[in-house]
Structures are given as C-alpha cells and as structure tokens.
C-alpha cells in the first residue's frame, strides 16, 4: 500500500455522438497539465477521462450512420483515443459509460434510491432539448427555444422516474457554507444560488421512455435512466465503486473523493447542484472542487458542428505539432475566462514566446557552447559570482514557486507567463554577459560562469515546462545529458552544478518562426473558409475614481486632514504630503503584454517590481502593440485595491502622460532597480 499523497482529477465525459475539437481538447490538456504536475510533485495521481454515451442524440446519430449504436460509438471512441494519444495525454483511466462495470453500478444504485424513496415515479411535462439532453420548464426558454443552445425545444409528456432534489437543498447550501472553495472561480457560486437553487429546486426527471439506448431501470425495464444520473456517477464507477472486486475496492477507497472535476462553464450546474445531491443520497463524501473552466470561441461564437466552425485538433498538431498546441491552449486564455481562437493568435504566440523566446534561447546556448567550449558545460570557477548572474539565479531559483502557486490555483497562464519571465530574463542575460566579448577578450574565467549560467537557466526552464509540454522536456533533456537527479522537479530549486561538464548536443531549432500571412491564410482554409468578425460589445466605461488604467492621476480631491485649497494650476486643489504620501509607487519592468479580449483598448501586463511580478490591465492598445512594451520600465501605483476589467484582474496602475491623442509612459533609465521606491 502507497503513502504517498493522492489527487484525483476529472474531465467531463464528452459525448462521443461526432469528433471532438478544440474545445473539448482544451478542458483535456488543462487536466493533464495538473495531472503531470502533480505527479512530478510526489503525488499519486489518478487522471480520468471518458466518454458519455447513451442518449437520444447518440442513438440518432447512428441510426443517421445506419449502424448499431455500439458499432458507430467505436468509430468515434478509436478516435477520440488516438487524438489523447497524439496530445500525449496521460490519462489513468479511460471510461465508457457503455462498460459493464459502470452499468450494473448505475443499476443498482437506482434501485437503492427509489427503495431509499429518494427516486418516485410520476409523469412529467414539458420542454426538451434533444441536443443538450435537458429538460426545460416554459419559463425557463428564451423566445421559445433552449436557453442555452437556442435550438428548438420538444413538448414532452412522459411516465418518468424523478430524483427528489428538493430534500436535500438545506443539506447542499450547508455544505456550499462550509466549504467555500467548492465551486471555482467564486462567481459561479453565487450564479448556482441566485440562479438555481433560490427559485426552488425542482425535482429532476431521472428517466426516460421514449428512447432505448440507455442503461434500463432493473425493476421497469421500459425506462432508460436519463443521462445525468448515468453520466455523472461515471467518476464513482471508473475507479471501482461498487465493484465486487477488491482491488477495485481499494482503489476506490484511495481516490475518492475526487479533488478537482473539471468542466465547462455550461455544465457547471449538473457537478454543482446535482452531482452533490447524489452523493448525499449515497451516503458518499463530496468531492473537494468542482473548477468551471471558459469557454474556447470562434470568431462568430461558439464552436459547434452546424455552425461548421469547429476546428479540428488534428490539423493543428499535424501542422505545428502537438507542444505548440498545448502551450497555447493553456497560455493563451487565462482558466476560468472565455477566450476567442484566432489564427492569428496562435501563429503570434509560436513565433514570439515559442520560436523567439524559447527556442531561441535554447540554440543560441547550445551555439555558443559550441563555439566557445567544445559542446562541453564548462566548470565555473569559484569566483563570487557577480550581480547580473544574482539577478539570474535568484530569479531561476524563485521561479517554482510562483510556478507551484499559480498550478495549485489552477492559473495555468500565469504559470506560464511565470515562466516566460525567466525565458526572457534568461536572453537578456547572454545580451548583457555578452559571452562572445569575452571569449574576444580571452576572460575564460567570466565565459565559463556566463555559459554554465545560460545552461542551468535552460535547465529550470525546461524542468517547469514538464507539465504543459512533453516533446519539448524530453528532447532538450536528451541534447543536455541531465540526469534523472539533475531533472527532478525539486531540482528546479537548485541553480548550482547540475550541468557541468556534459557533453551537449546540437540540433535545429525546435520552433520554426512561421510567416504569419501564410499560416493564416493555410488555417483559414483548413478550418472552413473566412472566420466573421466578431461582435463587439463596447469598452468598459471609465469610471469615476479611475482605480486602474495608465490614465494620468490627477489628485482633485483632499480629505478633511488635507483640506483642499488651489494651487497654482487653475482648477485643481492642492493636497497635503499626507495625501501624496499614502500613494506607494514603485519603478517596474513590463516583462510580458498581451492584448486583452474584446477589448480594443486594455492591454494586460506583467510587471516585474523586484520581489513579485504583478498583472495590470493598461488601457493603453491604442498607442501600443505589446511586443513594444517587453522590457520597458514604468512607474506603478502599486497599492490601488484590485479591480476587474473585462474580468480581468488588475492590481495597480502604470503612469503616463497624455496630451491630446498622444500617450507617454512615464518611465525611467533601464539601470534603475525594479521595485525602487519613487517619491
Ligand atoms: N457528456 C457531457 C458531460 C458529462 S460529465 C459527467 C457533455 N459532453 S460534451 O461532449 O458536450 O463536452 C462538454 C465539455 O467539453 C465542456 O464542459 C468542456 O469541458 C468541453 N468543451 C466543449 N466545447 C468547448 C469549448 N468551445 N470551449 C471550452 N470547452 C469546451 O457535456
């Protein structure tokens, strides 16, 4: 029996009634990153997946194949298991919600429930929505149609098994209480209780007759039981509850209850509200988080299969492989918001963090080593190392910590973006070392140290980039000798003698820089011809007290301690040194900037200030692009109280100045310190 600590991470079950896309990949890479990071981190980790597949719309889908569900359903699943395997996903264990060992389960467990009399039978009326498999009651449409997928909806009326939801309300908002971290990002909680649980929980219809393909009712056969029974307690099954065998047993035992179910926002109802009720029904423990991810959209909405905009992962990982994919899915749109794909999009972030930033700094390394040491990591002397190697190494050893806190929130664009900073402080760092100077100059003493440095900054790197991408770890492990003791992931810690004297070997570079023009072009077509605009629903309005933003401070205010009288300039009071005093600014370096999404002005940074990097939302897109600002150093208010724009945390305010349609930061030499105070 292990010690070792348990996590047990979900994916939705996803409906195997056509491909899969991008989407679904999405939610799949984003378990996956957390899985490998947890392993790296000592953990013994169970990672499931699966496939839902019973249902109407299941059923339809083959009869439309003229193939037996079971027959059409493997098409799909060989499918859907190559793509994992093509992603490198690595899943513990693979649910068909067609496997016996999860359909006598299910079985049983209904029949315990309508003996426990938390399951009757009654009729049921009214609106459902076959897509969705949901059920809807007439207030609950919008214009008469579905209110989430909008297609049209069938009046129903049918004998039906319901599941007495109603009883255990106080018990589930008891539980919401005592554990505030249950449902994740917050503001999905509240929209569970304002939305569904304070209008009256109603009973839920639990079965079906009007369809076959489904798990029958034991004890009234013509019942198929409705999907969400069946599909949620596929994370209960898969990992051997009620199975007869004791190995199962014990797995069971060991796992649950799950510590984090990963799903789309729209599902986020069902883990929330139903699923718990369920386990209370069963008498089983909850799991610790339910984590509502956003949704991955096309430039005209969702991506759906009539829209014929979904696109294919396949096409992208056969063109820019299958790292490139995961990165951006996981940089690009930070967890928990609602992101649009663009072509354009990827192909900037492959040839700027991917090509420039980190391949980059990889070849020119391995370049250099070859130029200046025979391909061998040179022994540094003992020399006092100076306060630009410091700067490096402090940061390369602080590196996993930031990296650790964001996973365990599950930021994985944070963690990244934590990352990038080492990346790009790692190039600016052989920009200043200049160690072709001096191998000019013949200083082999400062050579070996600048180039053992380079090489245990690729090392950190390349270790903390383990859990978001797989080719890449594996071949710059290979290229650089490091041992398995050298490769732990504790070993991102150390920033000491992990590389010297291996041999490493040259090779192309990883990343390819792409022509942009023609990529989008080529993605165009693959992904079925010219993407629409999308619809903008405006800017957010300034506001009053301007808490974030660059735009200029303009104290007009004075409190009763600073009474405001006029200054010179017309029109603005004066304040006390008090007033000014309480106002904390600090010299940052804009280390990263990224445009934020339908929002034609923000832009969202990360700002180094010396102990932290902290994100601010700018709304300065209309005077910069972000790559101009990498590098620049600013002024920060940085003790503004946090606000969010376009859902997006901001955490203090850059400086400018602007007159007219001009805008200037207000900045200060590179050579000043990040996180110097300014008065
Ligand atoms: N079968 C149910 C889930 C049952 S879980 C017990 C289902 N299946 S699904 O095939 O429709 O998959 C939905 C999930 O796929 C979403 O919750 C999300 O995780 C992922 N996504 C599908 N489209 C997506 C986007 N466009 N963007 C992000 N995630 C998306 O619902």
Redesign the pocket.
């Known amino acids: 029996m292990t010690s070792k600590q348990t996590f047990y991470v979900t994916?939705?079950?996803?409906?195997p009634s056509n491909k899969l896309h991008i989407?679904?990949a999405?939610?799949t890479v984003a378990a996956d990153a957390l899985a490998r990071y947890k392993r790296l981190s000592g953990f013994d980790v169970m990672f499931l997946t699966g496939t839902?597949e019973h249902g109407q719309k299941i059923q339809a889908s083959a009869e439309q194949a003229g193939q037996e569900p079971l027959e059409f359903l493997q098409g799909i699943i060989d499918w859907i298991m190559q793509l994992w395997e093509r992603l490198d996903i690595s899943y513990d264990r693979f649910i068909r919600t067609t496997e016996i060992r999860h359909t006598v389960v299910v079985q049983a467990l209904f029949e315990r429930l309508i003996r426990q009399g938390d399951i009757y039978l009654s009729d049921y009326e009214g609106w459902y929505c076959t897509p969705c498999e949901s059920f809807w009651l007439e207030r609950e449409l919008v214009d008469g149609k579905c209110p989430d997928c909008h297609r049209e909806v069938e009046f129903t009326k049918e004998e039906s098994y319901f599941f007495r939801m109603s009883k255990y309300v106080d018990q589930l908002l008891e539980f919401y209480e005592q554990h505030p971290d249950f449902i994740q990002p917050e503001s999905r909680k509240q929209e569970m209780i304002n939305n569904f649980i304070k209008p009256g929980l109603q009973d839920l219809c639990v079965s079906r007759t009007s369809f076959h393909w489904g798990i029958h009712v034991k004890s009234n056969p013509k019942h198929v039981v409705y999907v969400w029974l069946d599909?949620?307690t596929?994370y209960i099954t898969a990992i051997g509850y009620g199975s007869d065998k004791p190995e199962e047993q014990a797995t069971f035992e060991q796992f649950w209850p799950a510590n984090v179910h990963l799903?789309?926002k729209?599902?986020v109802r069902f883990h929330t509200i139903y699923w718990p009720i369920f386990l209370m029904a069963l008498g089983l423990p909850l799991p610790h988080k339910v984590y509502a991810?956003g949704?991955?959209?096309m430039k005209d909405g969702?991506?759906s299969k009539s829209k014929g905009n979904v696109i294919d992962p396949n096409v992208l990982i056969e063109r820019y492989g299958r790292d490139a994919i995961r990165y951006f899915l996981l940089r690009d749109v930070p967890f928990g918001q609602d992101g649009v794909f663009t072509p354009e999009a990827l192909i900037e972030r492959l040839n700027f963090d991917l090509a420039n930033d980190l391949g980059n700094l990889v070849h020119r390394t391995v370049a250099m080593l070859h130029k200046f040491s025979g391909g061998v990591v040179p022994n540094p002397s003992e020399e006092a190392p100076s306060p630009l190697d410091e700067d490096l190494s402090n940061l390369a050893r602080s590196t996993i910590h930031a990296v650790e806190e964001h996973l365990e929130k599950l930021e994985f664009s944070m963690a990244l973006s934590a990352i990038w900073t080492l990346v790009r402080r790692a190039n600016k760092y052989i920009d200043e070392a200049a160690p072709w100077a001096l191998h000019r100059t013949g200083d082999e003493v400062r050579l070996h140290i600048v180039l053992h440095q380079m090489v245990e900054a690729i090392r950190v790197i390349t270790i903390l980039l383990q859990p978001f991408m797989t080719d890449f770890p594996r071949a710059v492990r290979a290229q650089f000798g490091w041992s398995d003791e050298a490769f732990a992931w504790a070993a991102a810690h150390d920033f000491a003698l992990h590389s010297r004297g291996n041999t490493v070997v040259e090779a192309g570079p990883i990343f390819p820089r792409l022509d942009i023009k023609e990529e989008v072009e080529a993605l165009t077509a693959l992904t079925g011809g010219p993407l629409k605009e999308a619809p903008s629903d405006g800017e957010p309005k300034p506001t009053a007290n301007r808490t974030a933003s660059t735009e200029v401070v303009k104290e007009t205010s004075g409190s009763a301690n600073n009474a405001a009288v006029s200054s010179d300039i017309p029109g603005i009071a004066t304040i006390g040194m008090d007033t000014f005093a309480a106002v904390e600014l600090r010299v940052g370096e804009i280390v990263s900037a990224a445009k934020v999404e339908k929002a034609d002005k923000l832009l969202q940074l990360q700002v180094h200030l010396g102990s932290e990097i902290r994100q601010v939302v700018s709304g300065i897109a209309k005077h910069f692009t972000p790559e101009a600002l990498i590098g620049r150093k600013v002024i920060v208010v940085v003790n503004l109280k946090p606000v969010k724009l376009r859902g997006v945390e901001s955490n203090g305010m850059i400086l400018a100045a602007s007159e007219g349609e001009r805008l200037e930061l207000v900045t200060v030499p590179s050579d000043m310190p990040n996180g110097s105070v300014v008065r």
């Open positions: 994916t939705p079950i996803y409906y989407g679904h999405y939610t839902d599909a949620l596929n799903v789309g729209e599902i991810h949704w991955l959209l969702k991506m």
